[in-house]
């Protein structure tokens, strides 16, 4: 068995940090990306821009006259001279108000981005076209990248700084989707592209798109204003398994930022703080070693891995009763044998053991690994075990919270169309919800959180929430009540309901990246509420040891399974308006009742 649970020791343990010590390094900081904007967010910016601006004309003529490096480096203390400063409150407004307009102008980046992820519909470990399009775009725009984070092929940073001294700012969103949640966008009941084939029916395919346009409205006014810090994008790889964040907190890959703003996909534009609603977790495989046998000729020679699978579930069950009720766990036989006529000599059965404690979560499974152990006793088989992930409870930051609410306010929820209004109500006749009235037209506002919250999902955005200030943005790009993990959470993902949700998500995560650039108060409030309230009294309990290595050849098969037939679906921008114009789906949607067949 892997060594169970480990031991607390207090410490996050950060291997030498790579990827973000470059702030600070004078001959880093890159004045050619100054220039080279274009208005309509598509075309790259900053990139080549080298050399045209002020920048390279002064290089050359220092070459001239070997004064180079004296001379460059004066030019950097004269433009980037303006640290961080607080600025007027009028100062920040019309930044805002430049911010939102710069968000705007990037609608058509952000429908593109949104409906190419879409139709990469790639799951956890394999977002190979998702991550290499996100980072092209962000390498074109002057962004570093920095691939293969944490030993995870798929996962990376994206970093750019302007002036000295300034705050680091990352924003995270998830990429990966769920399987066989394929289905055409803008058709009201089931209809995959590909029957069997992935899909974005968690609605991953759009927090990047919210990031990326949002990153970049903030890089011109950082330019413009000469606003000095870093922005930080970073992918959720694997969230489904909950099997990113937590290697590359690990790793140290979040070392040297300030603070954290994840998006996440919702049906409301809306933030929280404190512990919210839902779990965190840990994702564990147990492994059981048998003997194989003839299963008719000779049952009595082997040793069924199958049944201590099947002994470990009927275990399992029979404690759930006696844990507490907030507690949730599920699992799947990921391996239960090959045929029936050979005894199994291996099987594997994959457990998600979730609670609301960092000390829950291992209480749960320490009492699974007691009864896999139990379970290997009873049929003479051996168990190991391997984690695949964790997720945090999550706890958000309240001074981050509030200043993001203030912009939540601001912008509103998107104005829909009566149109979108039948179309969002006919999805959720069809898949039964119990409410059924549309999208969200209120916001929701920021409440203090629940005293004892709810339990339900996770998320490892967790463990990112334990080493620096967090907080999640939701936006409204889904439908309300719908099951969640499920083809219907895809059918409006790549609609302009998601694209519009995408666009207020964007003007508010701008605008809170604003505030944490522009406002020293805040930035340190939100520490010292991070460090003399959020973890007073609980500090993060890391559930990976340095042994665990990312599960990154999961889905590999089912990728190479579906991909071949999925590429002929990716999504062209240079052809198409929209992802539903080249999958031929009108828009708006007149049919809104299924097709008897279809039910
Ligand atoms: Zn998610």
């Not at 390094?25 to 890159?30: I, P």
């Not at 002020?54 to 950097?76: C, D, E, P, V, Y």
């Not at 009492?367 to 999550?394: F, H, L, N, Q």
Request: hydrophobic share 40%.
């Amino acid at each position: 068995m892997r060594s169970g649970p480990p031991a607390f020791d207090g410490r996050v343990t950060p291997p030498a940090a790579r990827i973000l010590g470059r702030r600070t390094s004078l001959g880093q900081v890159r004045l050619c990306n100054r220039g080279g904007r274009s208005p309509d967010g598509q075309s790259p910016e900053g990139v080549g821009s080298c050399g045209r601006g002020n920048w390279g004309r002064h290089q050359a003529m220092f070459r001239k006259t070997g004064l180079a490096i004296t001379a460059s480096l004066l030019t950097l203390v004269v433009a980037q001279g303006a640290a961080a400063a607080e600025i007027s409150a009028g100062k920040l407004k019309s930044l805002k108000a430049d911010a939102v307009a710069g968000v705007e102008s990037r609608a058509k980046l952000a429908q593109v981005m949104n409906d190419k992820i879409f139709s990469f519909g790639e799951l956890g470990f394999q977002e190979v076209e998702t991550s290499a399009y996100i980072t092209k775009v962000l390498e074109e725009n002057g962004f570093t990248i920095q691939r293969g984070v944490s030993g995870i092929p798929t996962a990376w940073t994206a970093t750019w700084t302007h002036g000295q001294g300034g705050p680091t700012i990352a924003l995270g969103s998830d990429i990966d989707c769920i399987p066989k949640a394929s289905q055409k966008p803008g058709v009201p009941w089931h209809d995959p592209i590909i029957p069997g084939a992935p899909g974005h029916g968690e609605g991953h395919n759009s927090g990047q798109a919210v990031n990326v346009v949002a990153a970049l409205a903030v890089k011109d006014l950082m330019v413009k204003q000469n606003i000095a810090g870093t922005l930080v994008l970073w992918p959720g790889v694997a969230e489904e398994l909950v099997a990113g964040k937590a290697y590359m907190v690990r790793d140290g890959v979040f070392k040297g930022v300030d603070a954290t703003i994840f998006t996440h996909v919702g049906a409301n534009l809306q933030t929280t703080w404190g512990q919210p609603s839902g779990t965190g977790l840990v994702s564990v495989k147990y492994s059981f070693h048998g003997e194989s046998a003839h299963s008719a000729g000779a049952p009595w020679r082997g040793r069924s891995a199958l049944d201590a699978v099947e002994l470990m579930n009927i275990g399992w069950n029979m404690r759930r009763e006696h844990l507490r009720p907030e507690q949730r766990s599920h699992h799947v036989i990921s391996d239960g044998g090959d045929q029936p006529n050979v005894v199994p000599s291996e099987a594997t059965v994959w457990y998600y053991f979730r609670e609301q404690t960092f000390d829950a979560i291992k209480k749960s499974w320490a009492i699974g690994d007691k009864i896999a152990k139990a379970a290997a006793d009873m049929t003479d088989t051996k168990v190991s075990s391997a984690i695949v992930g964790t997720a945090a409870p999550r706890h958000f930051n309240r001074p981050m919270a509030e200043a993001a609410q203030k912009n939540i306010e601001q912008v509103g929820l998107p104005k829909w169309t009566e149109d979108e209004q039948a179309f969002a109500k006919a999805v959720q006749k069809n898949v039964g919800s119990t409410k059924q009235e549309g999208l969200d037209v209120k916001l929701k506002g920021l409440k203090p959180p629940e005293e004892k919250p709810e339990s339900g999902g996770s998320d490892d955005i967790g463990d990112i929430s334990w080493i620096m200030p967090t907080i999640t943005i939701n936006y409204p790009s889904n439908i309300p009540d719908l099951p969640g993990h499920h083809w219907a959470n895809a059918i409006s993902m790549a609609t302009p309901i998601a694209h519009k949700g995408v666009v207020a998500g964007s003007k508010v995560v701008a605008m809170t990246t604003l505030d944490l650039l522009t406002q020293p108060k805040l930035l340190a409030d939100s520490k010292a509420y991070f460090t003399n309230v959020q973890t007073k009294d609980q500090k993060y309990v890391p559930m990976l040891s340095a042994a665990d290595k990312p599960q990154t050849q999961m889905n590999a098969n089912i990728m190479a399974t579906y991909r071949p037939e999925m590429k002929a679906f990716y999504y062209d921008p240079d052809k198409y308006g929209t992802y539903l114009e080249q999958l031929g789906i009108a828009w708006p949607v007149k049919t809104l009742t299924p097709p008897a067949a279809a039910k």
